[in-house]
């Protein structure tokens, strides 16, 4: 089991694909309450990038997968993430990287490319208009006490949300800790990002029946240069449709 310990102690996990390769690594970061297996191994998108000769890092974000889980909110947040990911660029001498982020993930990656400048690629999925509007991911579509309720009552027949009531399945289906995705559910980020400071190529990848990614051109259109693509499906569904593989390794495969 690859970890390392970030700065306040909690152990995350990462995988890597060794390839040779004149073009970067690229770093995958999944969503909420997924994790890399989920996200990325099972939907073929690390198949497709080893296939296409590419060096590959996956990273289990703390609270999911094979990362740490502590209970406390002010250990969570999509920037206490991206500290997690610069740390594991520098653990991997990494100087320069291709970063793709779904859900969550995308949050984490946007964060971390207004950050850090070896990012040389940069593909968000599964979010749309609400990291403009606020902040992140849209919490007005499922957020907020709905999803607290969601994830720490142990009574599921009190969850009258549908919405919540699918990320409570989804944490059941994968054997999730519903505490510590509590507490990142809590420390959501809701600030501004300076999208305008992104200096990347971006590809805005979105599903067209995605709730969470509606209107991805406003988030297109917020980032310098970025360009978008929609495939079929919802927040779920999109990555496992045929066109979104190939459209995430065409455009970090330049």
């Known amino acids: 089991?690859?970890?390392?310990?970030?700065?306040?102690?909690?152990?995350?996990?990462?995988?890597?694909?060794?390839?040779?390769?004149?073009?970067?690594?690229?770093?995958?970061?999944?969503?909420?309450?997924?994790?890399?297996?989920t996200?990325?191994?099972l939907p073929g998108v690390v198949a497709?990038?080893?296939g296409a000769g590419r060096r590959v890092v996956a990273i289990d974000a703390r609270g999911h997968g094979r990362s740490g889980k502590p209970h406390d909110p002010s250990r969570y947040g999509?920037?206490?993430?991206?500290?997690?990911v610069i740390a594991l660029l520098d653990l991997l001498g990494i100087t320069e990287v291709d970063l793709a982020g779904y859900s969550m993930g995308a949050?984490?990656?946007?964060?971390?490319?207004?950050r850090d400048t070896r990012v040389r690629r940069l593909v968000v999925g599964g979010v749309g208009a609400g990291v403009v509007e606020v902040g992140g991911l849209d919490t007005r579509v499922v957020g907020g006490d709905r999803l607290l309720h969601a994830l720490r009552t142990d009574d599921p027949s009190s969850i009258t949300d549908p919405a919540a009531a699918g990320f409570r399945a989804f944490v059941e289906a994968v054997g999730g800790d519903r505490l510590a995705l509590a507490a990142q559910a809590a420390a959501v980020h809701v600030a501004g990002i300076p999208l305008e400071t992104i200096k990347a190529p971006t590809l805005v990848l979105a599903g067209a029946a995605d709730p969470l990614a509606v209107r991805p051109e406003v988030l297109a259109g917020a980032i310098p240069g970025a360009v978008l693509r929609t495939v079929p499906g919802d927040?779920?569904?999109?990555?496992?449709?045929?066109?979104?593989?190939?459209?995430l390794v065409e455009f970090l495969t330049v």
């Open 1 to 37: 089991m690859t970890t390392f310990r970030a700065d306040d102690g909690v152990e995350i996990f990462y995988q890597v694909w060794e390839n040779e390769s004149a073009l970067p690594p690229v770093l995958l970061h999944h969503g909420f309450i997924a994790d890399g297996r």
């Open 39 to 41: 996200n990325w191994v």
């Open 48 to 50: 497709a990038l080893t």
């Open 78 to 84: 999509e920037a206490r993430m991206s500290s997690d």
């Open 107 to 114: 949050i984490v990656a946007l964060l971390t490319a207004t």
């Open 235 to 247: 927040h779920m569904s999109a990555l496992r449709d045929p066109g979104f593989v190939p459209a």
